[in-house]
C-alpha cells in the first residue's frame, strides 16, 4: 500500500461515534457497552490515538460476533474494605468494565478519600487514559492499569513474555485540561505497529524486533515488542511491565500475559480473561485543595517554560493530545485508506448506513 500520510477522508466525531454505536447495536450488543465502547474509541481518536480508537472497531465487531465478549455481561460489583472494591465483568467489554470500575472507584474516594478497583473477566479496553481521564475531569488524580497478551520480549530476552501493559496516570488543573500521562510499557504500542504495517509506513528504529530476533523497521516483519527503554536500558520497561502485570493480572485472580490468549488469535470464541486496576485519590485528602491547584498550576508552568532544545517545544504530558483533539474537533477525525476500506466492509457485513461512500 501507499506510503503516504494523508488521510483519505476527515469526519466529525459525532458521527463516528454514531457509525460505532449502530455497528454494535447490530451485533446485539446493549446499549450501556455500545455507548462506552463508543465513547473510549472516540475519545482516544479525538487525541490522536488511532491505534486504540477507530482502528479497533472491526476488530471489536470480530470477537462479539464470535462469542469471545458477551455483548450483554451481567457486571457484579463487590466492595471489600471500605476503599476498596472487585468488579466482575462477566467477560464483557473492557470499556464498560473500565467506565463502571472508575465510578465505583471515584464513589469510594469520595466518601474516603482513595477508591481502589480491581477487574476480572474482561476483556481489551482501548486507551488506559480513558478511565484516567475521567477521574480528572472530576477533580480526583487517577490511575488505570491493564495486563494484555505476550508481545514484548523482556530485557536480553529471546521471545515475547509480557504485554504492552499500559499505565495512564491523569490529575486536574484548574482551568486547564488535564494533565495526562497514557503509555504502553513497551517501546510502543501494537496496535501502532498493526496501523502502521496496514498504511505501508516504516515504525522508527529500534522499538521491534523481526522473528529471528534482529532489529527492523518493517511492521509487516515485526513480530516482538521491544520494552521501554530498547535494547540498553529495557530492563526499565520490563519492570513497569511487571508493575502493571501484578496489579492487573495477580490482584484480580486473572492468569498473567504469558499465558493469555492472543488478542489477535483465530480463537474468537474463548473468553480471554484480562485484568484491570484503577486508583482513584481525592487532592483534599492528603493536602489543602487550594494548595494542590496551587502545586499544578506552579509545576505546569515552570515545566512549560522551560529552555528547549532549536526548533523543538517543551510540553507536558497531555499537551500533544489537547492540541490534536482542537484540531480534530474543529477538521474532523482523520481516516487513511485502509480504514476507510474497513469501515465500507463493516457497514456492508452488517447492513448498516456506511460512515463514508467508498467505491
Not at 496496514?198 to 527492523?216: H, K, N
Request: hydrophobic share 45%.
Amino acid at each position: 500500500m501507499s506510503g503516504s500520510h494523508e488521510p483519505a477522508f476527515r469526519v466529525a466525531s459525532t458521527e463516528l461515534q454514531a457509525f460505532m454505536q449502530r455497528a454494535l447495536a447490530r451485533c446485539d450488543v446493549d446499549e450501556a457497552s455500545r455507548n462506552a465502547v463508543a465513547r473510549a474509541l472516540v475519545t482516544a481518536s479525538r487525541m490522536g490515538t488511532d491505534s486504540h480508537g477507530l482502528r479497533l472497531l472491526p476488530h471489536y465487531v470480530e470477537a462479539v460476533q464470535g462469542g469471545r465478549i458477551n455483548p450483554r455481561p451481567a457486571m457484579r460489583f463487590t466492595r471489600r474494605l471500605p476503599g476498596t472494591g472487585y468488579l466482575d465483568a462477566d467477560d464483557g467489554f473492557g470499556h464498560l468494565a473500565g467506565y463502571t470500575a472508575i465510578e465505583h472507584a471515584i464513589a469510594m474516594a469520595d466518601e474516603i478519600g482513595t477508591g481502589a478497583v480491581a477487574v476480572g473477566g474482561s476483556s481489551h479496553f482501548g486507551a488506559a487514559g480513558c478511565y484516567a481521564l475521567e477521574a480528572a475531569r472530576r477533580g480526583y488524580v487517577g490511575l488505570s492499569f491493564s495486563n494484555a497478551d505476550a508481545l514484548v520480549s523482556l530485557h536480553h530476552g529471546q521471545g515475547p513474555f509480557h504485554g504492552t501493559n499500559p499505565i495512564a496516570f491523569a490529575a486536574p488543573v484548574p482551568g486547564q485540561s488535564p494533565y495526562l500521562l497514557d503509555m504502553a510499557t513497551s517501546s510502543i504500542p501494537w496496535n501502532r505497529v498493526k496501523q502502521y504495517a496496514a498504511i505501508g509506513r516504516e515504525l522508527p528504529p529500534g522499538v521491534v524486533v523481526d522473528a529471528q530476533g534482529e532489529l527492523t523497521v518493517d511492521a509487516a516483519q515485526a513480530t516482538s515488542l521491544l520494552p521501554l527503554g530498547g535494547a540498553d536500558f529495557g530492563f526499565k520497561g520490563a519492570g513497569l511491565a511487571g508493575v502493571a502485570e501484578v496489579l492487573s493480572a495477580t490482584l484480580t485472580g486473572m492468569v498473567h500475559g504469558f499465558r493469555m490468549i492472543p488478542m489477535s488469535g483465530e480463537d474468537m470464541s474463548t473468553p480471554r480473561g484480562v485484568g484491570h486496576f484503577f486508583l482513584v485519590m481525592r487532592p483534599d485528602a492528603f493536602v489543602e485543595r487550594d494548595a494542590f491547584d496551587r502545586g499544578m498550576l506552579d509545576y505546569l508552568a515552570d515545566l512549560r517554560a522551560q529552555p528547549a532544545l532549536e526548533g523543538r517545544e517543551v510540553l507536558a504530558p497531555g499537551d500533544r493530545e489537547w492540541r490534536c483533539q482542537a484540531h480534530r474537533d474543529a477538521e474532523g477525525i482523520p481516516l487513511d485508506t485502509a480504514n476507510v476500506v474497513a469501515y465500507a466492509e463493516l457497514a456492508k457485513a452488517l447492513s448498516i448506513a456506511a460512515l463514508i461512500e467508498w467505491p
